[in-house]
């Protein structure tokens, strides 16, 4: 009975996937762009070169490999500290089907681990076949990921922006973005929010956002606070 119904809302989330690569925002935009690795010291400027793609076709992003991403980042859904757990995959299918904007990000399984610095030996120097064989979502490796969420009217937020480690510090991050958000404008959407942490600040700064002019800030929803909110009203009601 699980399985039957496993099997159900994979395909019921499919088929909104494919709803929405027609409707909404999604345009089954395919890019492929070149990434320059940074390398300290080195003699052919082409070996640090390779191909990566672009994708905001929601039928392009398949859950499970984008779960095993969220791992190698160490990125979580929640907001909250004691919750780092593994994301729901059932959940994850669902988010995905309300996203107004996904861009999905791949290359190459062997540029992924290659360790950039001054040691890059010759041996490193890619065969000509991998510049011609074209990089494509059903065979190569989901390295990069980012959605927006939005009431396809007024405002929009941007969710989950992530980059494999090894990938990192490429400019990778800062394509999603400007993808994500060009998509948006396109639809006269310009009251756009980026969730990030701390840390994440400098780099959503570099993609063009700042602060709120109205000093308006994050809070999230926590049972506790709730229960406590609760419990003071009641007392001001026995007071009063």
């Not at 950039?116 to 494509?136: C, E, G, K, Q, R």
């Not at 310009?190 to 809070?219: P, Q, V």
């Not at 419990?231 to 009601?237: L, R």
Request: charged share 20%; glycine share 6%; with cysteine.
């Amino acid at each position: 009975m699980v399985a039957t119904m496993g099997v159900a809302l994979h395909s019921h989330t499919q088929i909104q996937l494919e709803k929405r690569a027609i409707e909404g925002f999604a345009s089954k935009s395919m890019e492929l762009k070149w990434v320059r690795r940074r390398i300290s010291k080195i003699s052919q400027p082409e070996k640090s070169l390779f191909p990566i793609f672009i994708s905001t076709d929601p039928r392009h992003v398949d859950p499970h490999l984008l779960r095993d991403l969220f791992a190698d980042c160490n990125h979580s859904c929640h907001r909250l500290p004691h919750q780092r757990e593994a994301v729901d995959i059932q959940k994850l299918r669902i988010a995905l089907c309300h996203s107004a904007v996904l861009v999905s990000v791949f290359c190459k399984p062997h540029h992924v681990n290659v360790v950039a610095d001054a040691n890059y030996s010759s041996s490193s120097i890619l065969p000509v076949p991998d510049f011609l064989t074209p990089v494509s979502p059903s065979g190569d490796q989901l390295v990069g990921f980012g959605r927006a969420v939005s009431d396809y009217g007024l405002t929009a937020s941007i969710y989950d922006v992530m980059v494999i480690p090894s990938l990192r510090r490429l400019g990778i991050g800062q394509m999603i973005v400007k993808k994500i958000v060009r998509m948006l404008t396109n639809r006269d959407i310009y009251d756009i929010a980026a969730l990030c942490s701390e840390n994440e600040r400098l780099f959503f700064k570099a993609c063009g956002f700042g602060d709120d002019i109205l000093g308006s800030t994050t809070m999230m929803y926590t049972r506790t606070a709730s229960l406590t909110s609760q419990e003071g009203e009641q007392s001001v009601t026995r007071a009063g």
